[in-house]
């Protein structure tokens, strides 16, 4: 088993490394960037409005509104990579990895919109009537010939596959962990209970997803960022500092600090980018699904609200965890603490002290629970593409019942099996978005001509040709 986790591993460095998904993540998303000419600056706030405010087009087609695509999109990415995955980056490769994340998160809202766009604008209705979309669908519906069936096929298999693994397992084992060791809860517990409650949301499908995540998704970044808050107004004077490092040290390494061994440049950008595109997930296609099942007059109304989504992830709920790291002083530290324990230690600092650990326990739990549920779609969907509407239900009982083994195995190995299929659903993702930017473009900008503000009503506005 050792052998085959060390192959496993070999597989992840490769995948993930310096020479295939993050140069294939980033050139993407500066592409579309490009191409888009800059749209996740332009119209961050039309379409923040849109989605947070107006929250819905009324009258269009779908399953549900803009903001519970938005809300069940945030569940999926919200997760202990916000927490974990973002001190990982940090204690790792220094307090540059933050701005590498940051860049990331830039240029990944230009690749959210666009898979987002491509979701809903070649959707279709499954044989329950449902709205079904997502990079399984569209890599073949706009890619014609035998490269967008392999693409899309590709997707689907890594999709259902990866969803029991970093959607599942690996999130319900993080809970489980946290709970044993803040509150003495035994696992077997802790599973169960997880298993009853995704079960129950799961047995609604995706209305029911989308109303459990619109009521618990704001709560659960609310609280995480109020904790947050008061760390860094406490350790305000250390903030101008603390962004000092940030900048600096993005481009020149970091030295040895207290307990931090030092690292290159070369290493801030590695794990500050791949950390921010796992925590994400711009370029992978996954949100692009739930995307496809929101009521929109319009695909690139949907794709600027999805994009949003990476906004929040990133550049808000990543860089309260990043900062409270570094301005508490806690990155020191990493050479004793790791992943969350390390946010914890940051959130410990000061007026909060043991609540701090509570606080990043309750929202480990909280993340992990809403990436369970955002996760479980993606994964049924890739499967109903595969083997037709009959796999929905299995499916779902499956992967509720599966929450019990994640609560009791150790780990190791899903993790890194896990962290290869997400590459590997990226890249039939990248690929199609590389092809099919001109079109993305084109129909972009004959919409936002017409609507530049995103004010238009449902019966004002035409739909793209099919």
Same mark, same amino acid.
């Given at each position: 088993?050792?052998?085959?986790?060390?192959?496993?591993?070999?597989?992840?460095?490769?995948?993930?490394?310096?020479?295939?998904?993050?140069?294939?993540?980033?050139?993407?998303?500066?592409?579309?960037?490009?191409?888009?000419?800059?749209?996740?600056?332009?119209?961050?706030?039309?379409?923040?409005?849109?989605?947070?405010?107006?929250?819905?087009?009324?009258?269009?087609?779908?399953?549900?509104?803009?903001?519970?695509?938005?809300?069940?999109?945030?569940?999926?990415?919200?997760?202990?990579?916000?927490?974990?995955?973002?001190?990982?980056?940090?204690?790792?490769?220094?307090?540059?990895?933050?701005?590498?994340?940051?860049?990331?998160?830039?240029? +990944?809202?230009?690749?959210?919109?666009?898979?987002?766009?491509? +979701?809903?604008?070649?959707?279709?209705?499954?044989?329950?009537?449902?709205?079904?979309?997502?990079?399984?669908?569209?890599?073949?519906?706009?890619?014609?010939?035998?490269?967008?069936?392999?693409?899309?096929?590709?997707?689907?298999?890594?999709?259902?596959?990866?969803?029991?693994?970093?959607?599942?397992?690996?999130?319900?084992?993080?809970?489980?962990?946290?709970?044993?060791?803040?509150?003495?809860?035994?696992?077997?517990?802790?599973?169960?209970?997880?298993?009853?409650?995704?079960?129950?949301?799961?047995?609604?499908?995706?209305?029911?997803?989308?109303?459990?995540?619109?009521?618990?998704?704001?709560?659960?970044?609310?609280?995480?960022?109020?904790?947050?808050?008061?760390?860094?107004?406490?350790?305000?004077?250390?903030?101008?500092?603390?962004?000092?490092?940030?900048?600096?040290?993005?481009?020149? =390494?970091?030295?040895?600090?207290?307990?931090?061994?030092?690292?290159?440049?070369?290493?801030?950008?590695?794990?500050?980018?791949?950390?921010?595109?796992?925590?994400?997930?711009?370029?992978?296609?996954?949100?692009?699904?739930?995307?496809?099942?929101?009521?929109?007059?319009?695909?690139?109304?949907?794709?600027?609200?999805?994009?949003?989504?990476?906004?929040?992830?990133?550049?808000?709920?990543?860089?309260?965890?990043?900062?409270?790291?570094?301005?508490?002083?806690?990155?020191?530290?990493?050479?004793?603490?790791? =992943?969350? @324990?390390?946010?914890?230690?940051?959130?410990?600092?000061?007026?909060?002290?043991?609540? +701090?650990?509570?606080?990043? @326990?309750?929202?480990?739990?909280?993340?992990?629970?809403?990436?369970?549920?955002?996760?479980?779609?993606?994964?049924?969907?890739?499967?109903?593409?595969?083997?037709?509407?009959?796999?929905?239900?299995?499916?779902?009982?499956?992967?509720?019942?599966?929450?019990?083994?994640?609560?009791?195995?150790?780990?190791?190995?899903?993790?890194?099996?896990?962290?290869?299929?997400?590459?590997?659903?990226?890249?039939?993702?990248?690929?199609?978005?590389?092809?099919?930017?001109?079109?993305? @473009?084109?129909?972009?900008?004959?919409?936002?001509?017409?609507?530049?503000?995103?004010?238009?009503? @449902?019966?004002?506005?035409?739909?793209?040709?099919?």
């Amino acid at each position: 088993m050792d052998t085959f986790n060390d192959i496993v591993l070999k597989i992840d460095d490769f995948v993930w490394g310096p020479w295939l998904l993050i140069p294939l993540l980033a050139g993407t998303g500066l592409l579309l960037t490009i191409r888009l000419r800059g749209i996740q600056f332009t119209k961050l706030w039309p379409a923040l409005r849109l989605g947070l405010i107006q929250r819905k087009d009324s009258g269009a087609e779908g399953d549900i509104s803009h903001y519970q695509a938005l809300t069940t999109a945030l569940a999926a990415t919200v997760g202990v990579g916000n927490i974990a995955g973002v001190a990982t980056a940090i204690g790792v490769g220094g307090p540059g990895a933050l701005f590498w994340m940051w860049v990331t998160g830039l240029l +990944g809202m230009a690749s959210k919109y666009a898979e987002a766009f491509l +979701g809903s604008r070649f959707r279709q209705r499954d044989a329950k009537g449902e709205q079904f979309g997502g990079p399984q669908v569209y890599l073949e519906r706009a890619i014609k010939g035998p490269l967008g069936k392999v693409l899309a096929l590709s997707f689907a298999v890594f999709g259902a596959l990866a969803a029991f693994g970093i959607g599942n397992m690996t999130q319900v084992n993080t809970v489980a962990s946290q709970m044993k060791d803040t509150f003495g809860v035994a696992p077997l517990v802790t599973g169960l209970v997880v298993v009853g409650f995704v079960g129950l949301v799961l047995l609604g499908g995706i209305k029911r997803i989308g109303q459990v995540t619109a009521g618990f998704v704001p709560v659960m970044i609310l609280f995480y960022i109020a904790g947050g808050t008061i760390v860094l107004v406490m350790n305000a004077s250390q903030l101008p500092a603390a962004f000092g490092l940030v900048f600096s040290d993005a481009f020149t =390494g970091t030295a040895a600090s207290g307990g931090f061994i030092g690292s290159t440049v070369a290493l801030a950008i590695q794990k500050g980018m791949a950390r921010g595109i796992f925590s994400n997930e711009s370029g992978m296609g996954s949100s692009a699904i739930v995307a496809a099942a929101a009521k929109t007059s319009h695909p690139v109304r949907q794709g600027l609200v999805s994009m949003t989504q990476t906004f929040i992830d990133t550049i808000i709920v990543v860089s309260f965890t990043g900062l409270v790291i570094i301005a508490s002083g806690a990155w020191q530290q990493a050479d004793q603490y790791a =992943g969350a @324990a390390l946010t914890g230690l940051g959130f410990s600092q000061g007026a909060l002290g043991q609540a +701090g650990i509570y606080i990043v @326990a309750i929202s480990v739990v909280f993340f992990a629970l809403s990436t369970v549920l955002g996760w479980s779609y993606y994964g049924e969907r890739c499967a109903v593409r595969l083997f037709g509407i009959k796999a929905q239900f299995p499916y779902r009982l499956v992967f509720t019942l599966v929450c019990v083994v994640g609560a009791m195995w150790e780990l190791d190995l899903v993790w890194n099996i896990a962290d290869v299929l997400n590459g590997l659903m990226a890249l039939p993702n990248l690929i199609g978005l590389i092809i099919l930017s001109g079109l993305i @473009a084109r129909e972009t900008k004959a919409y936002l001509d017409q609507d530049p503000k995103l004010r238009a009503v @449902a019966d004002q506005i035409s739909a793209p040709p099919q």
